[in-house]
């Protein structure tokens, strides 16, 4: 397994610690995290900053995995692959578990992988009949608003918290609109793959 490959790897083990960080109860296990006051109005929790940080890291090796592939000729079908299920799976977990904790609505996370399906879906019969579909713009710029947006989330939407700005809630709901536009931009470029011949 190439290095890219690694990172991408390393970027599913991360979710997983992200999703038990933030999902589990840990009060069943006599585990109480931390949760600090910053100048007397924002509430920090120990676990989030954790898992802040982790996401950090896995959104800097979704850049880094791809970038080491081109640059050193170490593409490969599998990893292409093996990328896009580790960003769907960081992102979309994630999500799910901050709509559980009441973070964000759970309308947002059931839009993106209702949108997210359906891509996926017109990408397995695109490539059925010979035709490979790449990354849209739309989709690309979305990954940026999200990732920054769960990021600034994960730290209690600091600073913007001390001036009453919801930024983090304002970043994921621009993705998911660019997740909606970009959905029904891959639907409008191959709607010829649902009309029977």
Do not use: H
């Amino acid at each position: 397994m190439n290095l890219p490959n690694k990172l991408t790897m390393f970027r599913i083990f991360i979710t997983l610690v992200i999703v038990a960080l933030l999902g589990i109860n840990w009060s069943l296990f006599n585990v109480n995290w931390p949760i600090f006051l910053l100048g007397g109005k924002v509430i920090l929790r120990l676990n989030y900053l954790i898992a802040g940080g982790l996401f950090a890291i896995a959104a800097i090796t979704d850049m880094l995995d791809g970038n080491i592939a081109r640059k050193k000729d170490m593409v490969t079908d599998f990893g292409k692959t093996l990328d896009a299920i580790a960003d769907k799976v960081l992102v979309n977990a994630t999500l799910v578990v901050l709509a559980y904790n009441r973070d964000i609505a759970l309308i947002l996370p059931l839009i993106v992988i209702t949108r997210d399906v359906i891509v996926d879906s017109i990408k397995t019969m695109s490539g059925a009949k010979g035709k490979v579909i790449g990354a849209s713009q739309a989709g690309k710029i979305k990954t940026v608003f999200m990732m920054f947006g769960i990021t600034i989330c994960l730290f209690e939407n600091l600073p913007m918290e001390f001036f009453g700005i919801a930024l983090d809630q304002l970043l994921i709901i621009i993705a998911v609109c660019l997740s909606i536009y970009s959905g029904i931009e891959y639907y409008l470029n191959n709607k010829e793959l649902f009309t029977d011949k």
